[in-house]
Nanobody, 123 residues
Framework: QVQLVESGGGLVQAGGSLRLSCAAS????????MGWLRQAPGKEREFVAG????????SYVDSVKGRFTISRDNAKKTVYLQMNSLKPEDTAVYYC????????????????WGQGTQVTVSS
């Protein structure tokens, strides 16, 4: 089992950057694929970015490609989401999650979730 705690959210102007971090506890962090998902007000939660257990494979939702980068440091048990060129439509609660299997693009792939961190992008 793994516990996840996100940090790094906040208020930023459009065009700005934020870096989200997700610290994990538990011995098996390196066994999990990890993902970032988000939920905007009045909308369903959606996949944003995912990374394999080794970090060798990554994927993104089309709307953030070229702007967001997911990475992980297994020694530190931490996964990151670097967000650049932020837009007002990126405003949401961002969740870190751990996937038990080899896929990570669907919400059902994730077994463990953090509590979320708010990202607000002003225009």
């Amino acid at each position: 089992q793994v516990q996840l705690v996100e940090s790094g959210g906040g208020l930023v102007q459009a065009g700005g950057s934020l870096r989200l971090s997700c610290a994990a506890s538990g011995r098996t962090f390196s066994s999990y694929a990890m993902g970032w998902l988000r939920q905007a007000p009045g909308k369903e939660r959606e996949f944003v970015a995912g990374i394999s257990w080794s970090g060798g494979s990554r994927s993104y939702v089309d709307s953030v490609k070229g702007r967001f980068t997911i990475s992980r440091d297994n020694a530190k048990k931490t996964v990151y989401l670097q967000m650049n060129s932020l837009k007002p439509e990126d405003t949401a609660v961002y969740y870190c999650a751990a996937a038990l299997g080899s896929s990570w693009s669907g919400l059902a792939d994730y077994a463990y979730w953090g509590q979320g961190t708010q990202v607000t992008v002003s225009s």
